[in-house]
């Protein structure tokens, strides 16, 4: 859902975003959420949409917490699968491997118009050339893109991170794997 950035995740924002470094340019999701997020993390800095950092899809789970879903069949099925749901089984909305497929794409072009992978001499021409730059994303989006490519490697539930959590992380331009070089716990602490 595109719900605002409550109170409460502005301040932790801010809180957080004053010792990040610096960044030439921002990449974010389409929702309202991140939008304001980047403005606090890094306040003044340009951002580029990048549709494809949208969150996962939930479907008719969207929106819904364990209370409002625990008479659902389908919601039934899918927590008897073991010790976490998993998503790759998702019965509704987006599968784990269309999240990935999505998400791989959007690094693919913010790779790109960042200026750290080119594949044409067109594409070397109209990069940008940033050095630096930051992505705003989501839980899901981010855990499955790390996932695929965040090096050293983990599972999917192993790039968790709390709210304004992130990776500082170094991009290969040819195999597009992102090499953790920091850890930032957002709300639990740098």
Same mark, same amino acid.
């Given at each position: 859902l595109d719900v605002p950035l409550l109170p409460q995740g502005e301040e932790l924002a801010r809180r957080v975003g004053a010792p990040l470094p610096a960044v030439e340019h921002i990449y974010r999701s389409p929702l309202q959420r991140c939008r304001?997020?980047?403005?606090?993390?890094?306040?003044?800095?340009e951002m580029t949409v990048v549709d494809e950092l949208?969150?996962?899809d939930f479907g008719p789970f969207e929106g819904k917490n364990h209370e409002e879903l625990k008479d659902d069949p389908l919601y039934q099925a899918w927590l008897g699968m073991g010790d976490r749901p998993n998503f790759a089984a998702m019965p509704v909305g987006e599968s784990a491997q269309q999240v990935t497929d999505r998400v791989s794409i959007g690094l693919e072009k913010t790779a790109a118009?960042?200026?750290?992978?080119?594949?044409?001499?067109?594409?070397?021409?109209?990069?940008r050339g940033f050095g630096r730059v930051g992505?705003?994303?989501?839980? #899901?989006?981010?855990?499955?893109?790390?996932?695929?490519?965040? @090096?050293?490697e983990r599972d999917y539930?192993?790039?968790?991170?709390?709210?304004?959590?992130?990776? @500082?992380?170094?991009?290969?331009?040819?195999?597009?794997?992102?090499?953790?070089?920091?850890?930032?716990?957002?709300?639990? #602490?740098?």
């Open positions: 304001r997020t980047a403005e606090l993390l890094w306040p003044g800095v949208r969150e996962s118009d960042a200026g750290r992978c080119v594949e044409t001499p067109a594409a070397a021409a109209a990069r992505v705003v994303s989501h839980g #899901g989006a981010l855990m499955a893109l790390l996932a695929k490519y965040g @090096r050293p539930y192993g790039w968790m991170c709390p709210n304004c959590g992130g990776f @500082r992380a170094e991009l290969n331009p040819d195999t597009l794997e992102l090499t953790i070089l920091e850890e930032y716990r957002g709300e639990k #602490g740098l």
